[in-house]
């Protein structure tokens, strides 16, 4: 008897370790531009596994734009090759959820209770909204400001203590800074990649893309027209060179460009990558018409894909924590994208000092109450549309266009791309 009750314990000890003390869900996480997210996913994921032991957090390679980014997965959709959790360009959760793609977010919400008390008010939820559906949650939204070089500005006349109000007295004095000579550029405009950074004249003009039925393109009306023509002029008057994006930030950081506008989300590595080479500052972006104007939401949201009910609860939970206070925390000093939860925003836990304490973090958090969705074109040619615009931007830089016809000629393309009604 002694003998078998030794086996039987025995028995039991190893059945009892063969088993784990908890089960574990692993979920695999993808997500755009690594040259921004990556320090900040890898902080909020640790961080994450730590106060939740029994979910393990997998990155898939990364894509390098948000256009590779929907590409992506779209081309994964329902294949085992699909993450579970994947990080969205705003301005592409329509054509994602016009596929049926993402898990619909809205049961969640409902069942979690006060939303609001964690840091998401309507708002912020209605940020990642298609049509009324949660598709997912803001993580990292940004607006596009004005960071310009105080050492060039005092070299060409200008106070940088007093930075340009309006596109006339940027395109003044990005002038004045070319005339310099030595190498100096006036002005670098992002119009490179996507349509952001037009949408942020057009909108400041207080323009729309599309008609309110999205029946007819209407970025070519007076208000494009009036966007159009100060990118011709910064280009003619203000010292704006044909310079590749990165071209465009080599040139910046090595301080010879006067003004660069882009979005907050490089803010953080602009200030690493300048250092102490000259006094770097921010202001806010000018807008055409400063009464109605205003300025397109950047960023990404956190996308739930996994339809299995395991992965979707744990899912759930990193989601909440990535947009929530905690990833705030982390995104906004690690980037420069402006905070997307309001706990964030004003605890001191997390937020509260911060933006006292780095002022050149405060022009985008200044321009939050004049930010608008980022606008998404209906049907499936999203991208290509993108593509046609930056293509006739691209003339207005090399002056192979007036801005007349190159939008012109960006709004035919664009209509033949849309659905027909």
């Given at each position: 008897?002694?003998?078998?009750k030794?086996?039987?314990?025995a028995?039991?000890?190893s059945?009892a370790?063969?088993i784990?003390a908890?089960?574990?869900t692993?979920?695999t996480?993808?997500?755009p531009m690594?040259g921004?997210?990556?320090d900040?996913m890898?902080?909020i994921?640790?961080k994450f596994?730590?106060?939740?032991?029994d979910i393990?957090?997998q990155f898939a390679?990364?894509s390098?734009?948000?256009?590779e980014?929907?590409?992506?997965?779209?081309?994964q959709?329902g294949t085992?090759?699909?993450?579970?959790?994947?990080?969205?360009?705003?301005?592409?959760?329509?054509m994602?959820?016009?596929r049926d793609?993402?898990v619909?977010?809205?049961p969640l919400?409902?069942?979690?209770?006060?939303m609001?008390?964690?840091?998401f008010s309507d708002n912020?939820l209605?940020?990642?909204q298609?049509?009324?559906k949660?598709v997912?949650l803001?993580?990292a939204?940004?607006?596009?400001?004005m960071y310009?070089?105080a050492?060039?500005?005092?070299?060409?006349?200008?106070?940088?203590?007093?930075?340009?109000?309006t596109w006339d007295?940027?395109?003044?004095l990005?002038?004045?800074?070319?005339?310099?000579g030595?190498?100096n550029?006036?002005?670098?405009?992002r119009?490179q990649a996507?349509?952001?950074?037009?949408?942020?004249?057009?909108?400041?003009a207080g323009g729309?893309?599309l008609?309110?039925d999205?029946?007819?393109?209407?970025?070519?009306?007076?208000q494009?027209?009036?966007?159009?023509?100060?990118?011709?002029?910064?280009v003619?008057?203000?010292?704006?060179?044909?310079?590749t994006?990165q071209?465009?930030?080599?040139a910046?950081?090595?301080g010879?460009?006067?003004?660069?506008f882009?979005t907050t989300?490089a803010?953080?590595?602009t200030?690493k990558?300048?250092?102490?080479?000259?006094d770097?500052r921010?202001a806010?972006?000018?807008?055409?018409?400063?009464v109605?104007?205003?300025?397109?939401?950047?960023?990404?949201?956190?996308?739930?894909?996994?339809r299995?009910?395991d992965?979707?609860a744990?899912a759930w939970k990193?989601?909440?924590?990535a947009a929530g206070?905690?990833g705030?925390?982390?995104v906004?000093?690690?980037?420069?994208?402006?905070?997307?939860?309001?706990?964030a925003a004003a605890?001191?836990?997390?937020l509260?000092?911060?933006?006292?304490?780095?002022?050149?973090?405060?022009?985008?958090?200044?321009q939050?109450?004049?930010?608008?969705?980022w606008?998404?074109?209906?049907?499936?040619n999203?991208v290509?549309?993108t593509q046609?615009?930056?293509?006739?931007l691209?003339r207005?830089?090399?002056?192979?266009a007036?801005?007349?016809e190159?939008?012109?000629?960006?709004a035919?393309d664009?209509?033949?791309?849309?659905p027909?009604?």
């Amino acid at each position: 008897m002694k003998h078998i009750k030794q086996a039987l314990t025995a028995a039991a000890m190893s059945v009892a370790m063969s088993i784990p003390a908890h089960a574990e869900t692993t979920l695999t996480v993808h997500y755009p531009m690594p040259g921004f997210f990556k320090d900040v996913m890898d902080t909020i994921s640790k961080k994450f596994m730590e106060e939740n032991p029994d979910i393990k957090i997998q990155f898939a390679n990364p894509s390098a734009t948000y256009e590779e980014g929907i590409q992506t997965i779209m081309r994964q959709a329902g294949t085992s090759e699909m993450p579970d959790v994947t990080f969205i360009g705003l301005n592409r959760l329509r054509m994602l959820n016009e596929r049926d793609i993402p898990v619909d977010l809205g049961p969640l919400v409902a069942n979690d209770g006060d939303m609001a008390a964690q840091g998401f008010s309507d708002n912020i939820l209605k940020l990642a909204q298609v049509n009324g559906k949660q598709v997912g949650l803001a993580f990292a939204t940004s607006n596009p400001i004005m960071y310009y070089n105080a050492d060039l500005v005092r070299a060409a006349g200008g106070n940088p203590d007093v930075p340009p109000k309006t596109w006339d007295e940027v395109i003044a004095l990005g002038g004045r800074i070319k005339a310099l000579g030595n190498g100096n550029e006036g002005i670098d405009f992002r119009w490179q990649a996507d349509d952001w950074m037009f949408s942020a004249l057009l909108f400041g003009a207080g323009g729309t893309m599309l008609s309110e039925d999205e029946s007819k393109v209407t970025f070519n009306g007076p208000q494009g027209q009036k966007a159009v023509e100060v990118l011709d002029r910064m280009v003619r008057e203000g010292g704006l060179p044909v310079l590749t994006k990165q071209a465009g930030e080599q040139a910046f950081v090595a301080g010879k460009i006067g003004f660069t506008f882009q979005t907050t989300g490089a803010l953080r590595n602009t200030i690493k990558n300048v250092g102490t080479k000259f006094d770097l500052r921010t202001a806010s972006i000018p807008l055409i018409d400063p009464v109605n104007g205003k300025l397109p939401t950047g960023g990404n949201a956190v996308v739930i894909l996994t339809r299995d009910a395991d992965k979707q609860a744990a899912a759930w939970k990193f989601a909440k924590f990535a947009a929530g206070p905690y990833g705030a925390s982390v995104v906004v000093p690690g980037t420069g994208y402006v905070p997307n939860n309001e706990l964030a925003a004003a605890s001191p836990e997390y937020l509260g000092t911060f933006y006292k304490e780095n002022p050149l973090f405060r022009a985008g958090l200044e321009q939050m109450p004049r930010m608008i969705p980022w606008y998404a074109f209906p049907g499936s040619n999203g991208v290509r549309v993108t593509q046609t615009i930056v293509e006739n931007l691209s003339r207005i830089v090399e002056q192979t266009a007036t801005p007349e016809e190159a939008l012109n000629d960006a709004a035919a393309d664009v209509k033949r791309l849309l659905p027909r009604n």
